[in-house]
């Protein structure tokens, strides 16, 4: 495997004398006969989902309990997301508040991180209107958590660590998984895409694709751990590999994760039109532990607007990747992401979204207003529409989804699906609750053993939201 450049890789040893310092600082908590409590905030994606499980690891290790209460916290962790505006004053919102925590109790240590954290402006705003925050790291910094934690109990002043923007890659890292039978796995980070609109590239660096053969280790230890539901998540997993031999991709990594024995599903987010095509349709179709999903984004339906945002397709090869995707597997399930209101859309241009969604029938979709981040080229895009005109649109487009969402769900009624049963939840008639290959919510009555166990159900009922099932 020769051709395999060197990528920013953390040497075994950096990451080793990380483990060390983890264990020093749990040593220190038992000699000092206490139990610290952390609360691991989380915004955003998957991605960051899976990097809190990073980080409740680390903590672990360090010798913290966990709590979801910031007054008991003696270390607070926010693990931010930069998507959208909205997200971010969430973030300073909270972040304000935990000044009377602090207040009360001025040992608390208060950390932020993700992929706000990563923005030179944010780590000035901490340093000017929120001195209480103790330390500010990217995403690029997670591995080393310990040596930024220990650096925090020992030195004085603030730390912020924003360096190697490009980003590395770090193995072995500790990980606290949420429980339940799902898992995230990462097999990419960054994005090499530029989208217009879009922060994640400039906060998650360049696209940074795993070594298969640690991804097919990780899959086989969550199978062993009893895992059914595995989903690989990357920015952009369609142009895995393309940083390694050329014999290696996304489709390829499918065929070597669906050869490992053990019952349990294969799903992946998030695909790029740009580079999904027929070779991953056919091997999804041929793999029988993939779900049969593909989530999709669109993101607009006019082709000048996809241009703008630099997307690299049209309206019309997006819609002959779906007769593809359809043609391979003819019920699979498509979902989507869609943004209104992109600098200078028309409602002309609205129309073909409006257009996309009639003909595709995707069977639910995120939507979102476009929101201006500071960097991006579509930020200093003229923006002639008000807030008010796109959220007529918005609300156009969510309630035409809403009836394609009901009639999609309502085809189900009559039909067996095959379900994973993840969780119970506080409904006397339907204590479970359960999730299709396609990823529909089915809501069950049945015993809490079931948790964690594939089934087979019939769909008695259905609403926009959900399936309602009886186990057969
Ligand atoms: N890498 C994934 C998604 C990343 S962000 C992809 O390419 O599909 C998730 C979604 O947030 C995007 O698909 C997009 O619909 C939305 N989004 C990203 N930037 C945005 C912005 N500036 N304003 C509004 N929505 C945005
Ligand atoms: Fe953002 Fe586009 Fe990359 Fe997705 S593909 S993360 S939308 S730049
Ligand atoms: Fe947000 Fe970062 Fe994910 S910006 S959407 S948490 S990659």
């Given at each position: 495997m020769s051709k395999r450049p060197k990528r920013n890789q953390i040497s075994p040893a950096d990451v080793a004398v990380q483990r060390d310092i983890a264990i020093e600082i749990a040593t220190l908590h038992r000699e000092k006969g206490v139990t610290p409590l952390a609360f691991v905030d989380t915004y955003g994606c998957q991605q960051n989902?899976?990097?809190?499980?990073?980080?409740?690891?680390y903590l672990r290790d360090m010798g913290y309990a966990f709590t979801d209460s910031e007054v008991e916290a003696d270390l607070i962790i926010i693990n931010t997301c930069a998507v959208r505006e909205s997200a971010e004053n969430r973030v300073w919102g909270n972040v304000g508040n935990l000044v009377h925590?602090?207040?009360?109790?001025?040992?608390q240590l208060i950390v932020l991180?993700?992929?706000?954290?990563?923005?030179?402006?944010?780590a000035k705003k901490v340093e000017t209107s929120f001195r209480h925050v103790d330390l500010v790291f990217g995403p690029h910094a997670l591995w080393k958590l310990p040596e930024l934690l220990?650096?925090?109990?020992?030195?004085?002043?603030?730390?912020?660590?924003?360096?190697?923007?490009e980003g590395v890659i770090a193995e072995d890292l500790p990980s606290l998984r949420t429980e339940g039978p799902s898992a995230w796995l990462t097999i990419m980070y960054g994005c090499n895409n530029y989208c217009s609109y879009c922060i994640v590239p400039y906060v998650r660096g360049r696209e940074r694709s795993r070594e298969p053969e640690r991804i097919l280790k990780d899959v086989e230890r969550l199978v062993a751990d009893g895992v059914k539901d595995i989903t690989l998540l990357g920015q952009n997993v369609n142009s895995y590999g393309h940083d390694l031999d050329d014999s290696i991709d996304f489709a390829w990594l499918l065929e070597q994760i669906n050869a490992i024995d053990g019952e349990f599903l294969i799903r992946f987010m998030t695909s790029h039109p740009k580079d999904a095509g027929e070779r991953l349709?056919?091997?999804?179709a041929r793999c029988e532990k993939v779900a049969k999903h593909i989530h999709l984004p669109v993101q607009a339906g006019n082709t000048r607007v996809l241009e703008t945002m630099n997307r690299g397709y049209t309206k019309e090869g997006y819609l002959d990747l779906i007769t593809a995707a359809r043609r391979y597997m003819p019920d699979i399930i498509l979902t989507s992401d869609i943004i209104v209101g992109f600098p200078g859309e028309t409602d002309e241009e609205f129309e073909d979204t409006l257009d996309v969604l009639n003909q595709v029938q995707f069977d639910a979709l995120f939507t979102f207003i476009f929101s201006p981040r500071s960097g991006t080229p579509a930020a200093e895009m003229d923006d002639?529409?008000?807030?008010a005109e796109k959220q007529v649109r918005f609300d156009r487009l969510t309630a035409l989804q809403n009836d394609i969402s009901t009639r999609r769900h309502q085809d189900y009624v009559g039909k067996r699906v095959r379900i994973l049963v993840d969780a119970v939840q506080d409904?006397?008639?339907?204590?479970?609750k359960g999730r299709t290959a396609g990823g529909r919510l089915v809501r069950l009555a049945g015993d809490e053993?079931?948790?964690?166990?594939?089934?087979?159900?019939?769909?008695?009922?259905a609403s926009t939201w959900s399936l309602t099932g009886e186990l057969v």
């Open positions: 989902e899976s990097d809190s499980e990073t980080i409740r690891g925590t602090k207040r009360d109790k001025p040992e991180c993700g992929c706000m954290a990563q923005q030179e402006s944010v220990k650096r925090l109990m020992t030195e004085s002043g603030r730390i912020v660590e924003i360096s190697n923007p349709f056919e091997t999804m002639p529409f008000t807030r409904d006397a008639r339907y204590p479970l053993a079931l948790v964690g166990e594939f089934a087979e159900v019939e769909i008695v009922s």
